[in-house]
């Protein structure tokens, strides 16, 4: 994409997360990019003036868009977030694991870490098919394990996972061509439950070892999820572009988070062929919504990936290095980083580090 005028659809998302989207916005406004703001009505304020939570218009501003930055959801605002994932078929969720100097981690060296989660965002247990085990009497399934029919072994309820060889192929090209970007380790890692789960979990590994040899310029390596887990807390220095089906890319991707601080501190973005959306990863933060001290660290980093994605790799650089210098200070750190800042407050000491005022 081209460095010129380009269009964000802005959803603030539920409870806390308004308080920090805003901000953001106004940040990066202040940058003078020429960035265009819209605001898809969406949730309870749009059920309650068209009768729907995600009415026709707003799915026209997010098309009409080049990418949208989303708060996080708690369900009034879902809707939305369904369309930008499966509607806009968003297949990998790219979520950096980022050590700041400065951050408060649980790790006596955290130092250096500096790796990406590519997730698998559209299928495996995610496609949402589930229900009593006695659906499947008709098809006398036969447990690999347990040997003897699932819909014998008494009430219960059953999901599907599913593995595509196209969702595969797409997310794990992803992240191989992201690998070449980086600086980095040049270094892709896939992991799963191979071992157990030959047809589902094998079948993405098998893939993943066919593309790595389409990739001589990029090392590749594979480990069981749970020994992968392991590593990660280990010898998160390790690692660079790491690959997984979805379900355990969502929960180890906020594992990660841990690593170099909290929630707090995991941006996101999910990427799709022809478009792109971006949301900080910490949820909607109802316990401190109205406090005015979320962290704006995930969702000024998520910028900061959005505004790489529309072209504008220069602010976006600036912007992480704004953040960065933040933490470096230590003077303005929220208190989930074991400061007193408000949100403002360091939404304000990014914003100076950038020679741009803050109301």
Not at 82 to 105: D, E, I
Not at 194 to 220: C, K, V, W
Not at 263 to 280: I, R, T
């Amino acid at each position: 994409m081209s460095e010129t005028s380009k269009t964000v659809a802005v959803i603030e998302g539920d409870d806390a997360s308004p308080e920090v989207i805003q901000p953001a916005v106004e940040l990066i406004d202040q940058m003078n990019l020429g960035i265009n703001w819209t605001y898809p009505a969406v949730g309870e304020a749009a059920k309650a003036e068209t009768g729907k939570s995600f009415p026709d218009v707003s799915r026209v501003m997010i098309d009409e868009a080049d990418t949208t930055l989303f708060g996080s959801s708690s369900g009034s605002s879902g809707a939305s977030l369904f369309y930008l994932r499966w509607g806009k078929q968003t297949f990998a969720n790219v979520r950096p694991c980022l050590h700041l100097p400065g951050c408060s981690s649980p790790l006596a060296h955290p130092e250096g870490i500096d790796f990406v989660i590519v997730r698998e965002n559209l299928e495996d247990l995610y496609v949402g098919v589930e229900g009593p085990l006695a659906d499947l009497t008709p098809l006398n399934l036969v447990g690999r394990t347990i040997r003897k029919p699932i819909h014998e072994l008494g009430e219960g309820r059953y999901a599907i996972k599913v593995i595509t060889r196209q969702g595969s192929e797409r997310v794990i090209r992803f992240a191989f061509e992201l690998a070449r970007t980086r600086g980095g380790q040049k270094r892709v890692t896939s992991t799963q439950k191979h071992n157990m789960l030959p047809a589902t979990d094998g079948y993405f590994l098998e893939i993943a070892r066919e593309i790595a040899s389409q990739y001589p310029d990029i090392d590749f390596e594979t480990f069981i999820v749970d020994d992968f887990a392991c590593r990660m807390i280990i010898q998160p220095q390790h690692f660079d572009v790491i690959v997984m089906p979805n379900l355990y890319g969502d929960i180890l991707s906020d594992g990660a988070a841990g690593l170099v601080g909290s929630l707090g501190l995991a941006a996101s973005g999910c990427y799709g062929e022809d478009y792109a959306y971006f949301e900080p990863a910490h949820g909607t933060a109802p316990d401190i919504a109205g406090q005015g001290i979320i962290n704006p660290t995930a969702t000024l980093l998520s910028a900061c990936m959005m505004l790489e994605y529309l072209g504008f790799g220069d602010a976006a650089a600036r912007l992480q290095g704004a953040v960065a210098s933040v933490y470096a200070e230590g003077k303005h750190l929220t208190p989930d980083q074991n400061g007193t800042a408000s949100t403002l407050e360091f939404c304000a000491a990014t914003a100076q580090r950038l020679g741009i005022h803050m109301p």
